[in-house]
């Protein structure tokens, strides 16, 4: 692996810090390295494989859609987008959708959206947008423009501006931001990236009659807390609110480049043809995907199944808590869990993978959970087991 890690290295841009992992394939809740080594897999590619790995009936629609038709572009009609967009509409309250390549693209289209709705109704341009301190929204100049992490940003301003930062879970800082040209609040259900932060009732039902009183957008970011993962198909789902416009990506086409913005049909009517576009975006292949994790998730019962074993996993953390007193607590829902540690989590994962287990952190003193939505009891049990190990080990250093 050493010597592959070193050939990757000379030619890929630095821009991550990997762990030295060369991964080759993948089954079930597993994965394997080039030297057969097994892992069991925490993270699900972030939040993306969320049916696990070679899930048959995924694989085979694929396969058949690349032998059919990959890519036709946007100007003609296809029937795999059809029925995509059709799953997506109905699964998530929204009337229409937009396909992208990422979860940074569907950002940058509901920005444009909010920004093109505030316009035509106003006559005017310069609507401002208020997003999250610690929120994570992408890495382009648009989607880092709304992301609350200073030092994300810093090296890049200017960025696109008339964008304002509020406390997550702090009503009244949100509503000291508002103007007479707040034309949108974004916001995730659950902070992910930012160290698994839930919305709390109160915040995002205060937001949501914010912005009916103000004629505001409320955005959700379903990009990482959407597709099931806490439980409900979306994040929004575990509160009393509707947004007016969504973004998905990670499971929504469960391994393939696909994201997608969608909005009502009172908010979608602003985008006029010119005003968006792009060449690959659910193009038949990745339509092909999203539709057939549609069915798989009503097929399996997948948020019956994140349901039931949720709260095994939630209790086995809970245990952690009680037991280690370098473990602060444990925040999430669902199957999008967090344990804060008194100290950076860095080694703790580092040691993880030497043990055949897969987990990422979400800021520096966060171990993120976040697991294939298939994953039984007995992995549980696994991933504690493995997980105790490496504390033992970390105390003895
Ligand atoms: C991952 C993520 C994004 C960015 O998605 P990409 O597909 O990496 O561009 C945006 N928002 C949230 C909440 C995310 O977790």
Known sequence: MKQYIKEFDKVVMQTYNRYQLVLDRGEGVYLYDIEGKKYLDFSAGIAVFALGYGNKDYNDALKEQIDKLIHTSNYYYNIPTMEAAKKLVKASGMDRVFFTNSGTEAIEGAIKLARKYYYKKHGKANSEIISMNHSFHGRSMG????????????????????????????????????????????????????????????????????????????????????????????????????????TSAKALGCGVPVGAFAATEMVASAMEPGDHGTTYGGNPLVAAAVSKVFDIFEGKQILEHVNDVAPYLTMKLDQLVNKYNFIKERRGIGLMQGLEFTSPVSNIISMAIEEGLILISAGSHTVRFLPPLIIEKEHIDEMVGILEKVFMKTAID
Do not use: W
């Open 143 to 246: 989607a880092l423009s709304i992301t609350g992490t200073k030092k994300y940003r810093e090296p890049f301003e200017p960025l696109i501006g008339g964008v304002v930062f509020a406390e997550y879970n702090d009503l009244d800082s949100v509503k000291a931001l508002i103007k007479d040209n707040t034309c949108a609040i974004v916001l995730e259900a659950v902070q992910g990236e930012g160290g698994i932060y839930p919305a709390s009732k109160e915040f995002i039902e205060g937001i949501r009659k914010l912005c009916d009183d103000h004629d505001i957008l409320m955005i959700f970011d379903e990009i990482q807390c959407g597709m099931g993962r806490t439980g409900t198909m979306f994040g929004y789902q575990q509160y009393q609110v509707k947004p007016d416009i969504i």
